[in-house]
């Protein structure tokens, strides 16, 4: 039974089905190139010439070819080769042929089918019947005198009617194989035909690399927004319940500052849900993953200082939040790293509130941050996965054409982080980055 697997096996017959459906399609051409025929010939015994109908057949296969130049056919050739062939999908490729040579491989791919198709075609529909007459000679009269086995007189000697069963059968035998030997060619040269071409590879990357960044650009809003919040609800809370009994104004203000915290990072948290749920292309907005209107800015520091629970001394040179002294995107991204960097100083600070020290500084052609803090014996807020705040930070950085630098500092920890006033400006500099700390 092994050996008829490949001849009748559900694979064989998904392909001998896909042969049909290429029959189907091929019909309509057909049917103009009869018509074609019978005018150029006349049209008598059209339908019973076989030169006529070859004839037609050839007719057919350029206005099939034609129409393989359609932009939909491709998808249409694909979605059937997927499901009736047993062709991977990775091999096939996606959306409408738009080059020229994904054109020429897509019509060549369609005429190949239909021409195939319909050759399988004509012999299911021809070969069975006439199959089964052969196998009935030696059992009925009435089929050796019909019309259907008119032919030699040889026919009807008694040798020629005892093989006619096995002659009958080893026709169906050959049409299965036929079947199954056209089906396997059109499945080894679908990923050479409809698979991607480079311009496809190209475009498949470009995709994958977009997607990819939206991914991180989320990656990071999660990471800066609610990391930030859940360490400054650490630290607080600890607080907290260390003067419990002797302290409950403090007690009550850290809950007040907790209450708030977690209030303004859920709103920020739907903003970036927000992003999941837009409707456009990947990664629109502006350079580092979105427009100001998704997030606060430098305008918004002095409310991140007061909620962040440890003591800031925060210096500034110009007016870093003032309008127009910085391009909105970069005051945005300028407002996370501030916030990744107090963060990173709260998870190291020991468990207990640290100095840090803050400067954010508009030069003359670049925004320049500067936080540092003492590190502690131990970190606060421990969390599995860490280390990838600073390599946000610096994402942030390169990404609107700065850098960042990070690392231990006169017995601390700086973090520095130098902007274009305006976005999307070149690179100044390689950025550097240690991941120490974070």
């Not at 559900?10 to 029959?23: C, E, F, N, Q, T």
Request: hydrophobic share 45%; proline share 8%; with cysteine.
């Amino acid at each position: 039974m092994r050996v008829l697997v490949p001849l009748f096996g559900r694979r064989a017959r998904l392909r001998w089905l896909h042969l049909i459906v290429g029959g189907a399609l091929l019909m309509p051409y057909f049917l103009v190139g009869t018509i074609l025929i019978g005018m150029v010939g006349g049209g008598a015994g059209l339908f019973s010439s076989v030169p006529a109908q070859l004839a037609a057949f050839a007719c057919a296969l350029p206005m099939v070819a034609v129409s393989g130049f359609f932009p939909l056919v491709r998808p249409l050739s694909v979605a059937a080769a997927r499901a009736l062939c047993g062709v991977p999908p990775a091999l096939l490729a996606e959306g409408p042929a738009r080059t020229r040579q994904a054109r020429v491989r897509t019509t060549a791919w369609f005429t190949l089918h239909l021409a195939l198709g319909g050759i399988v075609s004509g012999m299911t529909l021809a070969l069975p019947p006439f199959a089964v007459a052969v196998m009935g000679l030696p059992f009925s009269a009435g089929l050796r005198d019909s019309w259907l086995l008119q032919g030699p007189e040889a026919l009807g000697t008694p040798w020629a009617q005892a093989l006619a069963p096995f002659a009958g059968l080893a026709m169906l035998g050959a049409m299965a194989l036929v079947a199954a030997g056209a089906g396997k060619l059109l499945a080894r040269r679908a990923p050479v035909l409809l698979g991607p071409t480079p311009e496809d590879r190209l475009a498949a990357a470009e995709r994958r690399a977009a997607d990819l960044a939206v991914r991180n650009r989320l990656a990071r809003e999660l990471h800066d927004s609610v990391g930030h919040a859940l360490s400054a609800v650490t630290l607080q809370a600890g607080a907290a319940r260390r003067v419990l009994d002797r302290d409950p104004e403090f007690v009550r203000r850290a809950l007040t500052a907790i209450e708030e915290t977690t209030r303004r990072t859920v709103g920020e948290l739907d903003a970036v849900v927000g992003l999941l749920r837009r409707d456009g292309e990947p990664g629109d907005g502006e350079a580092g993953g979105g427009d100001a209107a998704n997030g606060p800015g430098l305008d918004a520091l002095d409310g991140l200082l007061e909620r962040c629970g440890t003591p800031v001394a925060y210096e500034r040179v110009g007016d870093p939040g003032g309008s127009g002294a910085v391009d909105p995107v970069v005051s945005r991204e300028a407002y996370r790293i501030v916030q990744e960097g107090l963060s990173n100083a709260l998870r190291h600070g020991g468990g207990s509130p640290v100095p840090v020290r803050l400067l954010v500084a508009v030069r003359e052609r670049e925004l320049e941050i500067v936080l540092e803090n003492p590190l502690g014996e131990r970190p606060a807020v421990v969390r599995p996965g860490g280390g990838r705040g600073l390599r946000g930070v610096a994402e942030r950085a390169a990404l609107l054409g700065g850098r960042s630098e990070a690392g231990p500092h006169d017995g601390g920890w700086r973090l520095t982080a130098r902007l274009p006033l305006t976005a999307g400006a070149p690179p100044t500099a390689r950025r550097e980055n240690t991941e120490e700390g974070s």
